[in-house]
């Protein structure tokens, strides 16, 4: 029998030097914090990054999915709340929920992401059965009656016919510090790659209100990476994030209002 | 008379998104809390960016100088702690100090900042008279007792006779994420920039010491920066960062170790 409860929650403020040039929580850090949340989440209950170490383990996301209604501002107070929704075979769902603490008063959702995470093993970079390996302690503190009201991962096909009409608008050789602990391109990083496909001047008139990125591949130190961006509807773009290679890295979705 | 000490403390936690490919803490989040922990000194004590914006006014970072002794890893607990350390006409000086405080034990010094700050006029950009307009609030608090057993910024000359022997090592065109709420590059993009002039392999082999950034000029989104790097002693570099017009915006040295 566990004896912590099912959620866990993170307070925090919005530092100056997290902001957009409106005074706004940039992505980034919202995404890094909702992984922090999450790793803690992990942690307290045994199966954070440090215990599934000691099996030569490590979790990878496979899918990310943020929808926000209303980014906090300089200084606005804020928590995250994450869960475990379900746990399959080789993948686990974890949501969020992201509300408004603002001067104290009652929390106020502003918004939600949806998670996708395999667990590999670091000798063969293979997903092992979660069920097997971790399914108990996994399974003990899944609840799916918390609601996390956003669409689940968002997959966009190419708009004509499979013909392929992107362009490549960004070209990122890899840097030392886009590597993270697992020594590949840290996950957040892809969102700013992301975000940095639109000009300061589209983002006067334009707020990004959700993005998906699909993990397909790993990038590492001295990559060249390449963005293609194809509009899909009015306020949603596609993009494609190759390596030299021409492997596909991630898949992208953004949708502004 | 003013009743708040002279000090701001935050208590901080390694989180592992903000971690380095060695999971040590990252020197752009090391800054970015260095400078939240300054705000909100300011804040507290009436002279933060809420309260100066009333005049027109804004903080503008002339100078900072990071060295670091041992940097913490990820869930390692630290602490950073800011003062004013003394108000001359047009700028004033901020110190910080750097603690461990891994496992509630007494903490430790692991580093120290110093950095150098103007008050702007947000409509002429020229620097206002720091005593005459905030001297009173600025020199209650300063404190030049504390210690920061550091040199103070180093300024490092061209080494041959004046003479350019840098090459150019890296092109970085301003993007929106770039950019925070006084419309220019983040202070703290810079620390980015010059550790990125580095490969992983050389990471490897050597940890960073110390950073210093003299703000020159300003950089806005879509300049073209080019860096420039000249080793100027065995672990040594001066950086020179310059924009599409060829105004030196920024000037860094990397001490390694």
Known sequence: MNTMKKTETTNLVVESFNTDFERRLNFETLGKNLLNCAELHANKRGFGVDDIIKRNHAWVMARLSIEIFDMPYMFDEYSITTWVEKVYRMFTNRNFSISSTLNGQRP?????????????????????????????????????????????????????????????????????????????????????????????????????????IAYVSEAYFGDTLTLSREQTDENQYRIEVKNQKNEIIARGMMVFK
């Open 108 to 212: 106020t959702v502003i918004g939600y992401a949806r998670s996708v995470w395999a667990i590999i093993d670091k000798e063969t970079r293979e997903s092992i059965d979660l069920e097997n390996e971790y399914g108990d302690s996994l399974k003990s503190y899944a609840d799916n009656e918390l609601d996390c009201p956003i669409q689940p991962f968002i997959r966009l096909k190419s708009s004509v016919n499979g013909q392929q009409s992107t362009t490549v608008e960004m070209v990122h050789k890899v840097v030392a510090s886009d590597i993270d602990y697992n020594g590949h391109v840290n996950s957040m990083k892809y969102i700013t790659y992301l975000c940095d496909l639109f000009s300061l001047e589209y983002y006067k008139t334009h707020k990004l209100k959700r993005v998906d």
